[in-house]
T-cell receptor, first 114, second 113 residues
Framework: AQSVTQLGSHVSVSEGALVLLRCNYSSSVPPYLFWYVQYPNQGLQLLLKYTSAATLVKGINGFEAEFKKSETSFHLTKPSAHMSDAAEYFCAVSPMDSSYKLIFGSGTRLLVRP | KAGVTQTPRYLIKTRGQQVTLSCSPISGHRSVSWYQQTPGQGLQFLFEYFSETQRNKGNFPGRFSGRQFSNSRSEMNVSTLELGDSALYLC????????????FGPGTRLTVL
């Protein structure tokens, strides 16, 4: 079965520092991959998605992610953290088996220190 | 364009009761998915509907059911509530399904006492 692993339930960075949130997936066939962000008391918002068009995917709010098939990874980065980036981030996969669902990782809470 | 709306936003029920949650998708979206979010289990897929047909259901007991109407609005029902059903229930809509960009509603916070 497909699975998604997010390393680190909490990541803390200083404002202006690099943000790196890790995501690995298990699949022999590259699935569709997504990063979502959830702010307190809100639903999820799509940051970016990979659909095999390009390995480096740019999203909203300055985030980007690189698909690496050899490492089965899809890590999320942002060059310079802002206080407003503090939120919970979820990596998700949609299997290529017409299962019509998203499988989410356990989430990483990003803390941004002033 | 209006976003995904979920009603009610908050619910308090007691064990054994049943509850119905509603989701109105973005206009033109035909796919509606439901997810349960808890601190212990994270985000788990409940079911997905497209044009009134359930295309997939997650690993939840039969107490969890749903449906979609011809206007794409969807409801989910939980019967015989248990304490463990306390969660944030999220609805998401998209044009064709979960591989599209999914737009999530704010969720319904269900508390079972």
């Amino acid at each position: 079965a497909q699975s998604v692993t997010q390393l680190g339930s909490h990541v803390s960075v200083s404002e202006g520092a690099l943000v790196l949130l890790r995501c690995n997936y298990s699949s022999s066939v590259p699935p569709y991959l997504f990063w979502y962000v959830q702010y307190p008391n809100q639903g999820l918002q799509l940051l970016l998605k990979y659909t095999s068009a390009a390995t480096l995917v740019k999203g909203i709010n300055g985030f980007e992610a690189e698909f690496k098939k050899s490492e089965t990874s899809f890590h999320l980065t942002k060059p310079s953290a802002h206080m407003s980036d503090a939120a919970e981030y979820f990596c998700a996969v949609s299997p290529m088996d017409s299962s019509y669902k998203l499988i989410f990782g356990s989430g990483t809470r990003l803390l941004v220190r002033p | 364009k209006a976003g995904v709306t979920q009603t009610p936003r908050y619910l308090i029920k007691t064990r054994g009761q049943q509850v119905t949650l509603s989701c109105s998708p973005i206009s033109g979206h035909r796919s509606v998915s439901w997810y349960q979010q808890t601190p212990g289990q994270g985000l788990q897929f409940l079911f997905e509907y497209f044009s009134e047909t359930q295309r997939n259901k997650g690993n939840f007991p039969g107490r969890f059911s749903g449906r979609q109407f011809s206007n794409s609005r969807s409801e989910m029902n939980v019967s015989t509530l248990e304490l463990g059903d306390s969660a944030l229930y999220l609805c998401a809509s998209s044009l064709w399904g979960p591989t599209d960009t999914q737009y999530f509603g704010p969720g319904t916070r269900l508390t079972v006492l």
